[in-house]
């Protein structure tokens, strides 16, 4: 029997194992190699691990039926590789106690919690991606659409884009939707520049392509001890002018995502977010970590233009947006 078959019958037979534990068990082999082994198996998706060290445990991976085949006397998973480097790409579960599970790994972490058969799921899970992907094209999800079913007659961006959608229909957050909410509200400067590491290329790209050249980042409505629009912008370092835009003191700091109704977040968005700026622009790019209504962006593009800040065009991006028209998200 092959030494990775070994691990997998010790595995099956014990549930899981440390890599110690395995190491005493395969005395014919040094650590290392057992080692290798391990990283190989985990690459394969035929074990997954929990912990971090010094205690890591190795388990198998989730399996069904239909989508295994067999190595000696050991069943092991087979899928498809183009879905396999699909969901490398575009899935992320965060577990309960806090780990982050990326792609294949995580999906079938995901698949085990629901009971779910990961290859058949796997399948349905790309045919929905299709379908949002729809909307997508260079990257950027256009917007307009939702905008101009919300607010009609009133839109006032020229351009408004997501790099994402917040969730999808099943699945729930998005890969970008769940790093966004954990980062935002764990206020984890880490976990923020991992976002703005994944989706930097997007905003320089679009930032060319329009020659843009001010930028605003809409100031978050409460108060926190580490703002993420804040971190945003210092990390994102984009060569261009920021325009100065205040967020202003009230009796009582109401958050956007609080207000159910449309009137009131354009209100809110209204009277408590002042564009300050007297520069003279182009074209301008207004940031936003998520867009529910879409309520914030709409009425700073126009208050840029009541000051006449931009001859050009103001387009407004979103980190995450929501698929339909007026829709609440509520987390971020």
Not at 12 to 26: C, F, I, R, T, W
Request: with cysteine; hydrophobic share 35%; net charge positive.
């Amino acid at each position: 029997m092959k030494t990775s078959e070994k691990i997998i019958d010790y595995i099956v037979k014990n549930n899981q194992a440390s890599g110690k534990e395995l190491a005493d068990y395969l005395d014919d082999i040094t650590p290392r190699a057992v080692r290798k082994q391990l990283k190989s198996l985990l690459e394969n998706g035929k074990l997954r691990k929990v912990g971090r060290p010094p205690k890591v445990f190795y388990l198998l991976s989730p399996t069904a039926n239909d989508s295994l085949i067999t190595e000696g006397n050991i069943a092991v998973e087979v899928i498809d590789e183009k879905m396999r480097r699909m969901i490398n790409e575009r899935y992320l579960f965060i577990t309960p106690d806090g780990e982050m599970k990326y792609g294949w790994e995580g999906f079938k972490v995901w698949c085990e919690r629901t009971k779910q058969n990961p290859t058949k799921t796997g399948r349905e899970y790309i045919a929905t991606l299709g379908k949002y992907d729809a909307f997508s094209k260079d990257g950027l999800i256009d917007g307009m659409g939702k905008m101009k079913s919300t607010f009609r007659d009133q839109v006032f961006l020229d351009r408004l884009f997501y790099l994402d959608f917040y969730s999808i229909e099943r699945f729930g957050k998005t890969k970008i939707g769940q790093i966004l909410l954990h980062a935002k509200n764990s206020q984890d400067k880490k976990l923020i520049k991992s976002l703005v590491d994944e989706i930097r290329p997007k905003i320089v790209s679009l930032v060319q392509k329009y020659s843009v050249d001010g930028v605003m980042f809409i100031p978050p409505t409460v108060k926190r001890e580490v703002q993420f629009m804040k971190e945003l912008e210092k990390d994102l370092k984009l060569p261009i002018k920021t325009l100065s835009v205040a967020k202003v003191k009230t009796p009582v700091a109401v958050a956007q995502k609080t207000l159910s109704k449309l009137e009131d977040r354009i209100e809110n968005a209204r009277k408590t977010i002042v564009v300050e700026d007297s520069g003279a622009y182009g074209n301008i790019l207004l940031i936003d970590d998520a867009v529910g209504s879409g309520s914030t962006l709409n009425e700073k593009e126009a208050q840029i233009r009541r000051r006449g800040l931009c001859h050009g065009k103001i387009i407004g991006l979103a980190i995450a947006g929501s698929f339909k028209g007026f829709d609440v998200i509520s987390e971020v």
